[in-house]
């Protein structure tokens, strides 16, 4: 039976981005990722872990969708398009009458035509350029 639930392990976490093969980093870093996030979304079939969002958000103009991960066996089957359309939820419920709020995401390579069905706009384009970013790793 799928579920969704506000609560993930680091493990369990770590094991959803192996299986789609995404970096792994320390336990320790997960659990950060899972506890600060300003939610996360775990869908479940019965108390497997198949499948993660996670909000980021500090309340102000800029929120960014982070680790959409759905198993390989369990996608095509609309669990992604309920993961990100309960984030956007999320977002429009909570944001202060007044507010304008920019969610952004980096698409992983190959799925951005998943994220446009939401209306997110690839970069660049007319007003903004290409994304950016950079990994920092520390010493030992």
Same mark, same amino acid.
């Given at each position: 039976?799928?579920?969704?639930?506000? &609560?993930?392990? @680091?493990?369990?976490? $770590?094991?959803? /981005?192996? /299986?789609? !093969?995404?970096? *792994?980093?320390?336990?320790?870093?997960?659990?950060?990722?899972?506890r600060?996030? +300003?939610?996360?979304?775990?869908?479940r079939?019965?108390?497997? @872990?198949? %499948?993660?969002?996670?909000?980021?958000?500090? =309340?102000?103009?800029?929120?960014?969708?982070? &680790?959409?991960i759905?198993?390989?066996?369990? *996608?095509? *089957? =609309?669990? %992604?398009?309920?993961?990100?359309? @309960?984030?956007?939820?999320?977002? #429009?419920?909570?944001?202060?009458? =007044?507010?304008?709020?920019?969610?952004?995401? #980096?698409?992983?390579? !190959?799925?951005?035509?998943? +994220?446009?069905?939401?209306?997110?706009r690839?970069?660049p #384009?007319? &007003?903004? =350029?290409? @994304? $950016?970013? *950079?990994?920092?790793?520390s010493?030992?």
């Amino acid at each position: 039976m799928i579920r969704y639930t506000d &609560d993930i392990t @680091a493990e369990e976490y $770590m094991e959803l /981005r192996d /299986r789609v !093969g995404w970096m *792994q980093f320390p336990l320790e870093e997960a659990e950060i990722c899972v506890r600060k996030a +300003y939610m996360v979304l775990c869908v479940r079939d019965d108390d497997k @872990a198949i %499948g993660v969002v996670r909000l980021l958000w500090d =309340g102000g103009y800029i929120a960014f969708l982070s &680790d959409v991960i759905v198993i390989p066996e369990y *996608q095509g *089957q =609309g669990i %992604g398009r309920a993961l990100v359309e @309960a984030c956007i939820r999320k977002l #429009n419920d909570d944001m202060p009458h =007044g507010f304008k709020v920019k969610l952004t995401l #980096n698409s992983a390579k !190959g799925k951005e035509a998943f +994220y446009k069905k939401f209306g997110f706009r690839e970069r660049p #384009n007319e &007003d903004a =350029g290409p @994304a $950016m970013d *950079q990994w920092f790793f520390s010493e030992s």
